[in-house]
């Protein structure tokens, strides 16, 4: 398996780290709200909110990314190392944006989403 392909791992697991960040820092997280955790969340305020966000956040961005990584590995324009570094960059700023939600730094978290966007655009430009 190649690094990209662990970097899609690692990609599908950031969001389930600010879950339970979101869980741990929202304190009350017990079993009973396992019934309907959802509504638990929606309560949220503070970074256990900004943690909930980022969740989604990644959820939605995670997709994305795995297909440019698969669709780059196939086409196989662009060099293994390439695609590789592409997607550990993609990594770092996922992390990075997962850290500035956190910390509700929304101007740079807005720059490295944009920069993450543009990483996974990346990848399809090479593969064209």
């Given at each position: 398996?190649?690094?990209?392909?662990?970097?899609?791992?690692?990609?599908?697991?950031?969001?389930?780290?600010?879950?339970?960040?979101?869980?741990?820092?929202?304190?009350?997280?017990?079993?009973?709200?396992?019934?309907?955790?959802?509504?638990?969340?929606?309560t949220l305020t503070g970074m256990a909110r900004r943690a909930h966000n980022a969740?989604?956040?990644?959820?939605?961005?995670?997709?994305?990314?795995?297909a440019a990584v698969i669709i780059a590995h196939q086409i196989g324009v662009a060099?293994?190392?390439?695609?590789?570094?592409?997607?550990?960059?993609?990594?770092?700023?996922?992390?990075?944006?997962?850290?500035?939600?956190?910390?509700?730094?929304?101007?740079?978290?807005?720059?490295?989403?944009?920069?993450?966007?543009?990483?996974?655009?990346?990848?399809?430009?090479?593969?064209?």
């Open positions: 398996m190649t690094l990209a392909y662990w970097c899609v791992l690692i990609a599908i697991i950031l969001p389930y780290v600010a879950s339970i960040t979101a869980k741990a820092v929202g304190g009350g997280f017990s079993p009973k709200y396992n019934h309907d955790p959802r509504a638990k969340l929606d969740q989604l956040n990644g959820f939605e961005i995670t997709p994305a990314f795995a060099g293994q190392a390439v695609i590789d570094q592409i997607a550990v960059a993609f990594i770092v700023s996922r992390v990075v944006y997962l850290l500035c939600y956190l910390l509700d730094w929304a101007s740079l978290r807005s720059l490295v989403w944009i920069v993450g966007v543009g990483l996974i655009v990346s990848l399809f430009v090479l593969s064209a």
